[in-house]
C-alpha cells in the first residue's frame, strides 16, 4: 500500500490564482482530514470527511473548499490564494473515530 | 475550544538519556490521546495511544502516562537516540468529535 499521497509536494502560487491539492488514500479509509501547520505551530483541521458525499467544516474552513466524491480521494480547492494561506498542508485518514490517523508527506504552498 | 499546551517547546537531552515530553489538555471530556512523532518535512507518524480508562501505557522504548485529573500526559522515551529528534504533539480526541486537536508541539533534541 501506497498510504496517503499528496500532489504537489511543493508550489508557488501568485496572489488571487487558484489550485487543487490532492489527496489519496488506498487504504479505504473512511475518514479524511485536511490540515495545514504554520511554522513553528501545531496543525489546525481545515476539512474533514467522513464518507463519500460527505464532507465539514474544521476549525480554520474559510478560503477553501473540499468534495468527496470517491472513498480514495479528498482534494482540497483555493479559489482566490492569499498570502494567509502560505503553509504547509497535510492530508490524513483513518478508518474509525478514535483511531491514528495516517498522514500523507505534506503540500509546501507559498502564496506572493 | 479545547486548547492543548505543552510545558516545554524545546527539550535537549543527551543521547543515552531518559525524555520526559509534557502535555496539557483542557477538555474533560477527552478520552482518547495519540503522540505522534514529526521528523523535519515529514508528516505526522503515529508513535503510541491511549485511552481515558489506562493510565500508562508502554510500547517500544516509549511509555504514556495519563493523569485525567489534572488533565495531563506525558511521553517518556527511554535512551534517547539521535534519530528520537523530532517534533512531539500530542493529539487529545474526545468521543463525538470527530477530528483530533494538536498543540503547537515539542521539540526534542539529541545531542551526541
Known amino acids: 500500500n501506497a498510504g496517503v499521497t499528496q500532489t504537489p509536494k511543493f508550489r508557488i502560487l501568485k496572489i488571487g490564482q487558484s489550485m487543487t491539492l490532492q489527496c489519496t488514500q488506498d487504504?479505504?479509509?473512511?475518514?479524511m482530514y485536511w490540515y495545514r501547520q504554520d511554522p513553528g505551530m501545531g496543525l489546525k483541521l481545515i476539512y474533514y470527511s467522513v464518507g463519500a458525499g460527505i464532507t465539514d467544516k474544521g476549525e480554520v474552513p474559510n478560503g477553501y473548499n473540499v468534495s468527496r466524491s470517491t472513498t480514495e480521494d479528498f482534494p482540497l480547492r483555493l479559489e482566490l490564494a492569499a498570502p494567509s494561506q502560505t503553509s504547509v498542508y497535510f492530508c490524513?485518514?483513518?478508518?474509525?473515530?478514535?483511531?491514528?490517523?495516517?498522514f500523507g508527506p505534506g503540500t509546501r504552498l507559498t502564496v506572493t | 475550544g479545547e486548547s492543548v499546551g505543552l510545558h516545554l517547546p524545546t527539550l535537549s537531552v543527551q543521547e543515552g538519556d531518559n525524555s520526559i515530553i509534557n502535555c496539557a489538555y483542557s477538555n474533560s471530556a477527552s478520552d482518547y490521546f495519540i503522540w505522534y512523532k514529526q521528523e523535519s518535512g515529514k508528516g505526522p507518524q503515529f508513535i503510541i495511544d491511549i485511552r481515558s480508562n489506562m493510565d500508562k501505557r508502554q510500547g517500544q522504548r516509549v511509555t504514556v502516562l495519563l493523569n485525567k485529573t489534572v488533565k495531563h500526559l506525558s511521553l517518556q522515551i527511554a535512551a534517547t537516540q539521535p534519530g528520537d529528534s523530532a517534533v512531539y504533539f500530542c493529539?487529545?480526541?474526545?468521543?463525538?468529535?470527530?477530528?483530533?486537536?494538536f498543540g503547537s508541539g515539542t521539540r526534542l533534541q539529541v545531542q551526541p
Open positions: 487504504m479505504n479509509h473512511n475518514y
Open positions: 490524513a485518514s483513518t478508518d474509525r473515530q478514535l483511531y491514528e490517523q495516517y
Open positions: 493529539a487529545p480526541q474526545a468521543a463525538g468529535r470527530r477530528a483530533l486537536t
